[in-house]
């Protein structure tokens, strides 16, 4: 049976976004189709172009007998504005603001579509580092994590601040809170993530970088290199921050219990998208 | 600028993957491409064609003013019956077996490309159902709920086993956990789920079906109905189970603690592929 381009076009399109950051071999598309070469490459012009013009992501190819196709999907400047202006008006709402200062954002984690956007917003941040794996927090970090690793086709692994039997044997160390400065643990099982890895730290709301800190010590027990640290909210009624390079999305200050106000304003990640 | 049918059918693809289960209006790429809207339904024609084909899922037209199209992403039986084939190899490799008959996954739940597929077909065995949200318990079920919403394209909504502040007003209840007979609490925050809720609970294990009841009672406190239960494993050892319907992807049995042995087998899924 007989493709034509139009539907080699659907499938190829298709099958490159169910596989982002992916080799995908051209003779994996050849056999299929049962067409020469130059006729494949050529459809797969047409989808790169189209993605580039578009600001769907990048496609590159690879030539010689190991050579393929890989969907790099990317954010633009333009679309990564557009998603930081929405997460900063959702979280303006008067009555997000809980007590401590936090914020109300279950809505927010709780919805795949946008934290499929942030997801990709802060995969475009890292495209260019070598990333083996996404470390987050229990429990409220763990979606925006999938959300990242999803697109960077990347295992997600999880730091609890329990012990729970279900793990295995684990490595655990104590932090202190930086915000009220009490001592927690936090702990890790050992299978989860091989030594030496290169990690992306993902989470929800930084104050003043305490978890990320131990996060941080954590990770130098598993030998992990941290590549960088992103968060979906960084509070700003901080004085001494103990975590300085990272970037985050929305930033929260201004914070009055009393009077039910705050302020949120554009993180510090738009620097990142020329 | 003037779009070829192949830029378009790119474009449109994409589009449709990236939002299924949403109606995308046809005024939408009408206006995108400045076609007639006769051009955008052939172009349309030959998409769902090919994902009817190929397998990779199902997209309706509905026509008049407020008519679009909409992709739903289906899996197999084919597929389903590999998924599950695949899963129960991977989780009969014996180092697996953890103190207290738990099964080590979380690689599994941490490989966002896998659980992609598992959502899926959780999501498939659901689609004629009207859902409005995915309920899980933390922290192992976060991670597969979402990727049952990413499908579903409704929020996910996470009950946990401690309560933080973080969360504003919440409602609690007592459960009696079914293997450990021990008394625990769960809670939900108020604002995550509006009342009378349609919604499906996914978990990653399920023994007695102690937590799921324990969800179910929290459930009707939201006034929320129950469309359906479904796990990633099951365990067989239970002499009483809590819950008599739900789905299961695989079912673990006979566990030896002693000689560290066990069955996996697949669970009872495939009857909703026919």
């Known amino acids: 049976m007989k493709f034509k381009r139009s539907e080699r076009i659907v499938y190829m399109t298709s099958y490159l976004l169910r596989h982002p950051n992916q080799l995908v071999p051209l003779t994996f598309f050849v056999q299929k189709f049962e ?18 013009q578009e600001e769907i992501g990048i496609v ?3 030539a010689g007998a190991s050579g393929g196709v890989t969907f790099v999907p990317k954010m633009y400047r ?16 008067k009555e997000r603001l809980l007590p401590g200062g936090y914020l109300f954002m279950s809505d927010l984690v709780g919805n795949p579509r946008l934290l499929g956007q942030v997801g990709e917003l802060i995969a475009t941040m890292y495209m260019d580092e070598e990333i083996d794996a996404i470390v987050t927090i229990a ?5 925006l994590a999938n959300a990242v690793a999803n697109i960077m086709n990347v295992p997600v692994v999880v730091i609890r601040k329990d012990n729970k039997v279900t793990e295995g044997s684990t490595v655990s160390i104590n932090y202190v809170s930086g915000s009220s400065r009490k001592i927690e643990t936090m702990v890790l099982s050992k299978r989860t993530l091989p030594e030496e890895s290169n990690v992306l730290i993902v989470d929800d709301f930084m104050r003043a970088g305490g978890s990320i800190t131990g996060v941080m010590n954590l990770m130098s027990e598993f030998k992990a290199k941290v590549i960088g640290v992103s968060v979906l909210v960084e509070s700003k ?14 930033k929260l200050s201004d914070v009055d219990e009393y009077n039910q106000s705050f302020t949120v304003e554009q993180g510090n990640c738009l620097e990142r998208f020329k």
Chains 1, 2 share one sequence.
Do not use: N, P, W
């Open 35 to 52: 067409q020469a070469k130059s006729s494949i490459s050529e459809d797969i012009q047409i989808i790169k172009e189209t993605f580039q």
């Open 60 to 62: 590159t190819t690879t």
């Open 78 to 93: 333009r679309e990564a504005k557009e998603l930081i202006d929405y997460l900063c008006d959702m979280l303006q709402e």
């Open 139 to 143: 429990t409220k970090g763990i979606s």
């Open 237 to 250: 009624e901080v004085k001494h921050r103990l975590i300085e390079d990272y970037t985050s999305l929305v």
